[in-house]
């Protein structure tokens, strides 16, 4: 199994530019995660998916989109990047264990914003 | 809503000396607690979970946290560090019937010979 994966490791933009972050997990979890890490902030959620077909805002969706594509796919999208976009973003997929998830991390994507 | 608080962002410590990582967290409801570990540029791995019934949980590495729920805390502690546990800790809560997590802004664990 390899877990929970993210392509690109690392990605250099213009501001303005437009990419998505790939996410896929084989542990067949119905939740999925975005998160931002930033120096000082720990882990943000952008927007999760509790199961496919659903998505909702975390706590700083803004400038961002995502995609549930299917049950081990989901995306997100920066259609206009800006600097304030810099940072390392985590997918997770999380184990539905009654009352809580448990989450299972990616290694990351590293992205700068110039 | 829930909210982490931790309390110090840096850590320094001898190698074998104890270590306490402290963690305050505030809900309204009932509560899950997590710390999970991130070792330089990798990914967050869980180190231990508390979901109910004894107070103190024992995880991976040789860490342990004792939550407590009178003064809303779940510390992280280890008897003796190593060198190879430098790293930034997370603390992290989740309430009864959501599936997010909430985490702190992190603690980094300086182990130094």
């Known amino acids: 199994n390899a877990g929970v994966t993210q392509t690109p490791k690392f990605q250099v933009l213009k501001t303005g530019q437009s990419m998505t972050l790939q996410c896929a997990q084989d542990?067949?979890?119905?939740?999925m995660y975005w998160y931002r890490q930033d120096p000082g902030m720990g882990l943000r959620l952008i927007y999760y998916?509790?199961?496919?077909?659903?998505?909702d805002k975390g706590e700083v969706p803004n400038g961002y989109n995502v995609s549930r594509l299917n049950k081990r796919e989901f995306s997100l999208r920066l259609e206009s990047a800006a600097p304030s976009q810099t940072s390392v973003y985590f997918c997770?997929?999380?184990?539905?264990?009654?009352?809580?998830?448990?989450?299972?991390f990616g290694p990351g994507t590293r992205l700068t914003v110039l | 809503a829930q909210s982490v608080t931790q309390l110090d962002s840096q850590v320094p410590v001898f190698e074998e000396a104890p270590v306490e990582l402290r963690c305050n967290y505030s809900?309204?409801?009932?509560?899950?607690l997590f710390w999970y570990v991130q070792y330089p540029n990798q990914g967050l791995q869980l180190l231990l979970k508390?979901?109910?019934?004894?107070?103190l949980v024992k995880g991976i590495n040789g860490f342990e946290a004792e939550f407590n729920k009178s003064q809303t805390s779940f510390h992280l502690r280890k008897p003796s560090v190593h060198i190879s546990d430098t790293a930034e800790y997370f603390c992290?809560?989740?309430?009864?019937?959501?599936?997010?997590?909430?985490f702190g802004k992190g603690t980094m664990l300086l182990v130094s010979p």
């Open positions: 809900s309204s409801v009932s509560v899950y």
């Open positions: 998916s509790a199961s496919e077909g659903t998505t």
């Open positions: 508390y979901l109910s019934g004894s107070t």
């Open positions: 542990m067949n979890h119905n939740s």
């Open positions: 992290a809560v989740s309430s009864s019937g959501y599936s997010t997590l909430t």
């Open positions: 997770a997929s999380g184990e539905d264990r009654g009352n809580y998830n448990e989450q299972f």
